[in-house]
């Protein structure tokens, strides 16, 4: 029987020799599980965490069923585990909690190549801001963009653009909603653990959210708004973002995710290396939108886009962060008890922010300090001062920033 990984190596293997088009002849006699064959064929069928073989923990050991807040897995009469795909989010936390390692994330790779050999039309990248030094210390963004072309991508799209946007609709809400000490805005628009923990565990805090999607949600929908009939691929460490692309208000941004470690795969099985592209430079996105990988990057682009927006405000950006599940839960629950006095709430599902997802390639500390070398070299500090964001919304028919707080169709989501 083939393991998991087996059968996926060998689909990727077959996919990039035909085209795209994984065949199962390569597989011989070998015996496989048809559960697995389709969760590699069509990922969106399967949850975010995929159990690779029957549960082995002796009775009693229930580390990934604590270890899941959101109540996405269970043991059926057999005693073996199941997990509910309506209610995981992805954030990985029993994958780290299970002794027997047989669960992993599920995997978008083969959609993704068949796409990029036979789609109608374009397939962009959506690179996630953590990606800076992941693949390799010295491969550049523009090296990096030209590999996803010769991959077959249209085009690479630093979704750190979009997250300039979102800051500013951010700032702009902070602005209307906190004009006294006693109001606090919890941070919507980046991390889709938190945004989930809100909504499915903690329902009281809904009403502080801001209605705005996240940096990838805006990037997939602005890419199809502008190039009908496009296939966007959200690219990151994180695992919760293949959740979030499916959830039913925002399923029509982001067709497919992929995690830097699938996206290696890839180089590896089509015979690519990065690092010997040529240099496609380019630089749209401000200090605010790229420092949004690590923890309190939020917190900082907002604060200093309120600070260019209103800068005799009365009431200044009062910051407060948690970073992994467990210090999430206790901010909130500090929150919730009144002992919370900072009026912009931040929370990052994994420790370190996304520099600290589950499939990044380099420790947590390295990644941030990457993250914030590429904001210092931004040309534009906040996206108020980044010509590029204006230019943008003009092409989507927004006139002025202000009309951020009137969409309803790009940037906006209503939480429930």
């Known amino acids: 029987m083939l393991t998991f990984n087996e059968l996926y190596e060998k689909l990727l293997k077959s996919a990039a020799e035909n085209d795209g088009k994984p065949s199962l002849e390569g597989l011989g006699e070998a015996r496989f599980d048809e559960r697995q064959l389709q969760c590699l064929l069509r990922p969106e069928s399967c949850p975010p965490v995929v159990k690779t073989e029957r549960c082995a923990c002796p009775d009693g050991d229930e580390a990934c069923v604590r270890s899941c807040i959101f109540g996405a897995i269970v043991r059926d009469e057999h005693g073996d585990v199941k997990i509910d795909p309506e209610r995981c989010t992805g954030c990985a936390e029993c994958i780290e909690a299970c002794k027997s390692g047989k669960l992993t994330s599920s995997r978008d790779i083969l959609p993704v190549l068949y796409a990029l050999k036979n789609s109608a039309g374009p397939v962009f990248a959506m690179i996630a801001p953590a990606f800076i030094g992941?693949?390799?210390?010295?491969?550049?963004?523009?090296?990096?963009?030209?590999?996803?072309?010769?991959?077959?991508?249209?085009?690479?799209?630093?979704?750190?653009?979009?997250?300039?946007?979102?800051?500013?609709?951010?700032?702009?809400?902070?602005?209307?909603?906190?004009?006294?000490?006693?109001?606090?805005?919890?941070?919507?628009?980046?991390?889709?653990?938190?945004?989930?923990?809100?909504?499915?565990?903690?329902?009281q805090f809904i009403p502080n959210m801001p209605a705005a999607v996240s940096p990838m949600v805006a990037c997939g929908r602005s890419i199809k708004r502008l190039n009908p009939g496009a296939v966007t691929v959200f690219i990151g460490p994180c695992i919760a973002k293949k959740a979030e692309a499916r959830e039913k208000d925002v399923a029509d941004a982001v067709d497919f995710v992929l995690t830097f470690e699938e996206v290696r795969d890839i180089f590896s099985a089509l015979g690519i290396d990065p690092a010997k592209e040529p240099d496609d430079a380019r630089d749209h996105s401000s200090r605010a939108g790229r420092i949004y990988a690590r923890t309190a990057g939020v917190s900082e682009a907002v604060k200093s886009t309120l600070l260019r927006l209103n800068p005799g405000r009365s009431v200044p950006l009062d910051a407060i962060q948690a970073d992994g599940v467990a210090a999430c839960r206790q901010l909130l629950a500090d929150l919730r008890d009144g002992k919370i006095k900072a009026n912009f709430i931040e929370g990052m599902g994994c420790p370190g922010g996304c520099v600290g997802g589950p499939k990044a390639f380099l420790p947590r500390d390295e990644g941030r300090i990457n993250a914030d070398r590429y904001g210092e070299e931004a040309e534009h500090n906040t996206p108020l001062d980044n010509p590029h964001v204006l230019a943008l919304l003009n092409r989507l028919g927004l006139q002025t920033v202000e009309e951020l707080l009137e969409d309803t169709e790009i940037f906006t989501r209503k939480f429930d």
């Open 134 to 203: 992941q693949f390799s210390p010295s491969l550049t963004p523009g090296k990096l963009r030209s590999a996803f072309k010769k991959m077959g991508f249209r085009g690479m799209i630093e979704v750190a653009l979009f997250a300039d946007i979102l800051t500013l609709k951010e700032a702009l809400e902070f602005d209307r909603m906190v004009p006294a000490l006693r109001d606090f805005q919890i941070t919507s628009c980046c991390c889709p653990v938190w945004v989930a923990m809100i909504r499915k565990v903690w329902k």
